[in-house]
Each structure stands twice: as structure tokens, then as C-alpha cells.
């Protein structure tokens, strides 16, 4: 199938608002593959793939797999990649060159710029959360709230100043969490980069704005943080 538009947000269970759609009893479906070439593919609402391919394979209980590939906004390679596992949650694995965009359009966090991602794990359903791990290469963060308000109170005026300006470049950032109902568990995350180094636990709240962060935050020059 080729064309200009297709729409598949509501078909994708886990991503953007129907994630009790993945641990719902589905309806008796017919089974079907559908391979398509697209001008603009939207996965979700914010997220749009441009000179997008897709295939999709269902079964009579609903989707066994996707996979999709394409351009982001900025013309950024983007991939990702659905499998069903009979009673198990969905598996998914997300490869962009843009991983501002991608955070952007899934987290609304709009304080990183540019780099590479990789996300990885499960989706949430109705009776268990998202488990995933994401891998960020080389961003660019700036204007991050609870961050720069962690370095004014650690006295760290300078790099401060620098995140609400130009950005902090991380060369590798690692966040392990968990996601349920809005609400993001954050255990062991790692950054590090060439002016900064921090670990971080606690939570984000989407629904009512409330962060909870603690960690340890290890300014440096040039040594990588462990």
C-alpha cells in the first residue's frame, strides 16, 4: 500500500493515553498484515515520521507486531519496533538520531537537544507499569528546571548559569524506569559528560507536575563518570 497519510496512533497499544488497551481483553479480530510506503506517518499525536515504511501483523487477539522506520521533523533517522508476546506485555525497541525530538513528543521535555537514543523494554498494561531503559548519546540539555535548580542549591552557580543558557553536553546518559499511569519511577539513572557527572533517583508526575530527585552530582573537566 502506498500513499500520502496513514494514521495508526489508535492501533498501538501503550502509546499515548490507551495503555489499557494492552492489558484489555480484546475483541476476536481477523488475522491481516499490512505493509504500506507513506509520506507522513503519525504514530502517535507529536509523533510523525516523514518517507515512513511500515508492517504490521495482527492476529485474530489483536497486534503481534509492528515495525516502523522513517525521517523525524528534523530529518533524523527514526525506527521502532512492536512484538507481542501472548500474555507477556509488549516488547518495544526505539532507535533515533534525534533524541530530542523523540523525548519531546513522548515525555513533553523540552530541555534536550539533538543526540542519539535508544529506548528499550516493555509497555505498560493494565496491571503492570512500562519497564524500560533508555540510552542517550551525545545531548545537549539545557533549561531543565529540576535541574538547575539541584545545581543553584549545590552551589555550583556557574554550571547553573551554563544550563539555563547554552546547555550542558552529556556524552552518555542511562535511565532505567518504570511507567505507570503518567507517573515516571526513575532508579539508578546515570549521566556524564565533560563538565558534569550525576547519578538520580525518584519520580516525574506528568499528571500533577510533582518531581521528587535525589542524587549525587560530581563536577569534572574531563574524567568520565562511572
Do not use: H
Amino acid at each position: 500500500m502506498r500513499g500520502k497519510y496513514l494514521d495508526i496512533s489508535g492501533v498501538i497499544p501503550g502509546l499515548g493515553g490507551v495503555a489499557e488497551a494492552a492489558g484489555a481483553e480484546p475483541a476476536e479480530g481477523t488475522p491481516l498484515t499490512v505493509t504500506a510506503e507513506v509520506d507522513r506517518l503519525t504514530l502517535r499525536a507529536g509523533l510523525d515520521l516523514r518517507q515512513a515504511k511500515l508492517r504490521a501483523v495482527t492476529g485474530t487477539r489483536g497486534l503481534q507486531s509492528l515495525e516502523a522506520s522513517g525521517l523525524a521533523i528534523g530529518g533524523a533517522p527514526l525506527s521502532a519496533k512492536l512484538a507481542a508476546g501472548g500474555a507477556d506485555p509488549i516488547r518495544i525497541d526505539v532507535a533515533s538520531g534525534d533524541a530530542g525530538f523523540l523525548a519531546s513528543a513522548f515525555l513533553g521535555a523540552d530541555f534536550i537537544q539533538g543526540g542519539e537514543l535508544v529506548l528499550a523494554g516493555t509497555l505498560e498494561t493494565a496491571n503492570a507499569p512500562a519497564d524500560l531503559t533508555l540510552q542517550i548519546s551525545n545531548a545537549q540539555m539545557s533549561n531543565a528546571p529540576f535541574l538547575t535548580q539541584i545545581l543553584s542549591l549545590a552551589s555550583l552557580r556557574g554550571l547553573a548559569d551554563t544550563l539555563s543558557g547554552e546547555g550542558v553536553m552529556f556524552s552518555r546518559i542511562d535511565i532505567p524506569m518504570k511507567v505507570q499511569k503518567g507517573r515516571y519511577v526513575i532508579s539508578g539513572a546515570k549521566a556524564q559528560g565533560p563538565a558534569l557527572g550525576l547519578t538520580a533517583n525518584g519520580y516525574i508526575d506528568m499528571a500533577s507536575q510533582a518531581i521528587e530527585i535525589d542524587g549525587v552530582l560530581v563536577p569534572s573537566s574531563s574524567e568520565e563518570f562511572p
